[in-house]
Structures are given as C-alpha cells and as structure tokens.
C-alpha cells in the first residue's frame, strides 16, 4: 500500500515492511526516522490485511489458530 510518500507492504509469511516519511511514526518501527531502505514492522503476527492513510498505517490482525 503506498499512500503519499511512504509505502507498507505485506510479505506472505505475515511479515510487514515499510519505507519513506516517518514523522507521525506511520512505518510502525518505534520512531519517527525517515527509512531509505525497508524496515520490518517487528512485534506483529497472523498479519490478515494491510492499509494506511496520508498519516498513518493499519493492520488487521486474523484469528489465532
């Protein structure tokens, strides 16, 4: 998903992986560093779906199993 200027993406392992503007935190790596290069958005597990807006990003959670 890529909204403005930066980019989330969903890798099908469940993993996400951000890159671009930082400053509302919106890559969801625990700061507000501009990322050149991707950045797994660590802590998240059985990722179902991704999105984000002008300033921010979500992620959908599926049921454990």
Do not use: C, P, W
């Amino acid at each position: 998903v890529s909204i403005l200027s930066f980019l989330i993406k969903y890798v099908e392992n469940g993993r996400v992986f951000g890159f671009g503007r930082n400053e509302n935190g919106q890559l969801g790596d625990g700061t507000n560093i501009n990322r050149y290069m991707s950045v797994e958005v660590l802590g998240l597990s059985n990722v179902a779906q991704i999105s984000a807006g002008g300033f921010h990003s979500l992620v959908l959670l599926g049921k454990n199993k």
